[in-house]
Structures are given as structure tokens and as C-alpha cells.
T-cell receptor, first 112, second 109 residues
Framework: KAGVTQTPRYLIKTRGQQVTLSCSPI?????VSWYQQTPGQGLQFLFE???????NKGNFPGRFSGRQFSNSRSEMNVSTLELGDSALYLC???????????FGPGTRLTVL | EDQVTQSPEALRLQEGESSSLNCSYT??????LFWYRQDPGKGPEFLFT???AGEEKEKERLKATLTKKESFLHITAPKPEDSATYLC??????????FGGGTRVLVKP
């Protein structure tokens, strides 16, 4: 079974731009969560989607948003990029809510 | 607020030298405690889920245990390929995982 896939793998943007990251969960998985990983803050929860509904949101500003489609694929968007948004963005999928989460390889975002 | 603290931050081992990693946590209503392994530039790889105090799980040279306040990841006779960052996370409400800072393990041949 294919794992979680994320595109693109690497991205370079400049301050003020916006970016959209994509995540395809493991086949059959209905829950998708997003995390931000930085050297200073570690892994932090962004939000969770289940059945196209946002179920939980972490402590991030409104510039961070996401959505889930009917096929469980998910996208996250960051608007008005700041230097501090440079990070590894990880997507994780699980069969149902509260099941074990399996992570993708991440998208490395660099903001210049 | 859920909190997870991992120690030590870094661990250097000789091949074959067994050791333990600690994960202490504070959470309201633990639904599960998870261990992941992360190699540089990659996403975390799932290792174990523990649900209740007293539970133990094993996989090759790794063994995870859980008490009411902490979890241990024991590495027995490690090999260089066990070098990685080991992450502990707790799950309370919903799907949110709260992660510790990780323990960087380096196993020298």
C-alpha cells in the first residue's frame, strides 16, 4: 500500500507570497492532520480534517488554513508568508480519528 | 495543556551498548502514547502505540513501556542503523498529537 504523499517536496518563496501544499493520505484513510516542524519549536499541530470538516485547530494565526476534499486529499495554505514560516510541513493520515497517524515525507518550505 | 518532555536530548552509544530513553507527560485523559523514529530530512516513522499503564510492546531491538506518568523506549544492543531522532507524542482529545522535543541517538560502530 502506498504511503502518505506530499507535494511539492521543496519550495522556496519570498515574504508576502502565499503557498499551497498538498497531501494524499494512505488509501482508505479518512483523517488528515498537518504539523509544522522547526528546530526551535519541534513538531507542532496545525489542524485536523475528517470527512471534509476541520475537527481541531492548533495555536497558529489565521494565515494558516486548510481543507479536505471528498477523496480525503488535503491541502494547506499559508498566506502572507513570513520568514518564521520556514519549516518542514508534515501531513499525517489515519484510518479514523484517534487512530495511529502515519506521516508523509514532508514539504520543506523556505521563505526568503 | 498537554505537555511532553523527553530526556536526554542527545545520546551517544557504542554499538551493543543498551540504553533507555525517557518520555514524561502531563495530559488530561490519555488516549494513546506514540513513539516515532525520524531520520534527517524525512517524516516520522511509526514505531509503537501504548494505551494503558503497564503495557509493553517490542519490535526488533526496541521495547516501549508505559506508566501513568512516563514512557520508556529501551534500545537493546543497538546497531549504527538505529541512529535517529526518537519522538514521543501523546494523544488526548481528537487527533491532535502533542510531541516532545525528541532524543537524538547516535550509535557508533
Amino acid at each position: 500500500k502506498a504511503g502518505v504523499t506530499q507535494t511539492p517536496r521543496y519550495l522556496i518563496k519570498t515574504r508576502g507570497q502565499q503557498v499551497t501544499l498538498s497531501c494524499s493520505p494512505i488509501s482508505g484513510h479518512r483523517s488528515v492532520s498537518w504539523y509544522q516542524q522547526t528546530p526551535g519549536q519541534g513538531l507542532q499541530f496545525l489542524f485536523e480534517y475528517f470527512s471534509e470538516t476541520q475537527r481541531n485547530k492548533g495555536n497558529f494565526p489565521g494565515r494558516f488554513s486548510g481543507r479536505q476534499f471528498s477523496n480525503s486529499r488535503s491541502e494547506m495554505n499559508v498566506s502572507t508568508l513570513e520568514l518564521g514560516d520556514s519549516a518542514l510541513y508534515l501531513c499525517a493520515s489515519s484510518l479514523e480519528e484517534a487512530d495511529t497517524q502515519y506521516f508523509g515525507p514532508g514539504t520543506r518550505l523556505t521563505v526568503l | 495543556e498537554d505537555q511532553v518532555t523527553q530526556s536526554p536530548e542527545a545520546l551517544r552509544l557504542q554499538e551493543g551498548e543498551s540504553s533507555s530513553l525517557n518520555c514524561s507527560y502531563t495530559v488530561s485523559g490519555l488516549r494513546g502514547l506514540f513513539w516515532y523514529r525520524q531520520d534527517p530530512g524525512k517524516g516520522p516513522e511509526f514505531l509503537f502505540t501504548l494505551y494503558s499503564a503497564g503495557e509493553e510492546k517490542e519490535k526488533e531491538r526496541l521495547k516501549a513501556t508505559l506508566t501513568k506518568k512516563e514512557s520508556f523506549l529501551h534500545i537493546t544492543a543497538p546497531k549504527p542503523e538505529d541512529s535517529a531522532t526518537y519522538l514521543c507524542a501523546v494523544q488526548a482529545a481528537g487527533n491532535k498529537l502533542t510531541f516532545g522535543g525528541g532524543t537524538r541517538v547516535l550509535v557508533k560502530p
